[in-house]
């Protein structure tokens, strides 16, 4: 009978879920401990969260951000090739393609492959000729959104990467990786078929038409054809009198950059260009060219008139119009005559008022070099020209000339 009514309680127990009186209070003792251990842990934490705010309390942003990193950390998926971690799995395999090379999205109208969807999605615009990026400054529009960044930046003159050898900023990271080139003196890219190394492929490329013989740009005015796009884009200019290059002196304009440089030097006295022979200097690279000719070439052309002798054919026939008093150079305004197209050139600045050397100390303007060399004796004191009968020197040739008669008792030609 005692187990009957046993076993019914049970199952009125388990019916009512009802738990046992021995669990009842074990549950009871164990829900009383975990409310004891909270109440200790929230005391520690605000403890120590009392601490902390004593030292400085933790910004918003802050406590994001180290729960960001919390996240990072515990989804991190490291590259077993070069120790990189990546966010994700997916990214992880995507980053691997790097090091396989395998790309495995294709282009169906020409074939080029990519590591990822999106790149081919980009690439398929240059067949489309979608251009959905559009400048925010300017109407212009891009297949690509970075094209349209740096793009952008040309509108902003934002360059911020800063090459930490000369400080020369760039607007894309590519720019400054090459520029760094400057400084290292690296040249990564060697011709296969003489060895010798370039800073850029493109020039390489345009070295290598050299070797094959190739001429592939065409001049759109002329039937010329070049090797390099350089020379192509210099040389119509000279069709379509487009001069780029503008002095910022004296607003003369250039059609080539190697032109504006040497005339710049006309402004700043700089002669860089030095004979190693008798150390006299020069401005262009063609005037030194023709002084050396005096100490390594025989003078072959003699004047018969004059006995004087001459490097060139050509400068003995200028000098021998000096004699015979020909004057085929004729000024299309005034019709004056001259024996040398230079002093003509010289003539017609009379004309057109222009003045294109100017003196940096005072700025006043001069028709010719040799005018202004002559004006700038007054700013430096130099006087170059010395007597050879006394010890008396001059700034001016003219006034040594003028000096010397002094001595000779020579009378001037009137």
């Not at 109208?109 to 969807?117: D, Y």
């Not at 930046?153 to 360059?159: A, D, P, R, S, Y």
């Not at 400054?176 to 290292?184: D, G």
Request: aromatic share 8%; hydrophobic share 20%; glycine share 6%.
């Amino acid at each position: 009978m005692t187990s009957v009514k046993t076993e019914f309680i049970k199952e009125e127990r388990e019916k009512m879920g009802d738990p046992e009186p021995g669990r009842i209070k074990h549950t009871e003792d164990t829900q009383e401990q975990t409310e004891e251990n909270e109440n200790e842990e929230s005391t520690e934490v605000k403890e120590k969260n009392h601490a902390k705010t004593r030292e400085k309390p933790l910004s918003s942003s802050q406590i994001k951000q180290k729960d960001l990193e919390k996240q990072r950390d515990k989804k991190s998926f490291t590259c077993p090739q070069c120790g990189r971690s990546l966010a994700s799995k997916t990214c992880l395999d995507i980053h691997l393609r790097v090091h396989t090379g395998e790309r495995p999205f294709t282009c169906d109208q020409c074939g080029k492959s990519f590591t990822q969807s999106s790149c081919l999605k980009v690439h398929m615009n240059i067949h489309t000729g979608e251009k959905p990026y559009k400048c925010s400054h300017c109407d212009k529009r891009f297949s690509w959104s970075g094209s349209r960044k740096v793009h952008e930046m040309t509108h902003t003159g934002e360059k911020p990467y800063t090459c930490d050898q000369c400080g020369k900023s760039f607007t894309i990271k590519g720019q400054l990786s090459v520029h760094m080139r400057v400084h290292t003196g690296e040249k990564p890219f060697t011709c296969d078929q003489c060895g010798k190394s370039f800073t850029w492929s493109s020039c390489l490329k345009e070295h290598m038409s050299i070797h094959t013989g190739k001429k592939p740009y065409k001049c759109s005015y002329c039937e010329k054809r070049f090797s390099q796009t350089g020379n192509l884009n210099k040389h119509e200019r000279f069709h379509t009198g487009e001069k780029p290059y503008t002095c910022d002196q004296c607003g003369k304009s250039f059609t080539l950059k190697g032109q504006l440089t040497e005339h710049i030097r006309i402004h700043t006295g700089e002669k860089p260009l030095t004979c190693d022979q008798c150390g006299k200097s020069f401005r262009k690279s063609s005037q030194l060219y023709i002084h050396m000719n005096s100490h390594t070439r025989e003078k072959l052309y003699t004047c018969n008139q004059c006995w004087k002798t001459f490097l060139w054919a050509s400068a003995l026939k200028q000098h021998l119009r000096l004699h015979t008093r020909e004057k085929p150079y004729s000024c299309d305004l005034c019709g004056k005559s001259f024996s040398l197209p230079q002093t003509l050139k010289r003539h017609q600045k009379t004309h057109t008022g222009e003045r294109e050397y100017m003196c940096i100390e005072c700025e006043k303007t001069f028709t010719t070099a040799k005018c202004l060399k002559r004006h700038e004796r007054i700013h430096t004191g130099e006087k170059p020209y010395k007597c050879s009968h006394c010890d008396k020197r001059f700034s001016d040739p003219s006034n040594l000339k003028r000096h010397e008669r002094i001595h000779t008792g020579e009378k001037p030609n009137h």
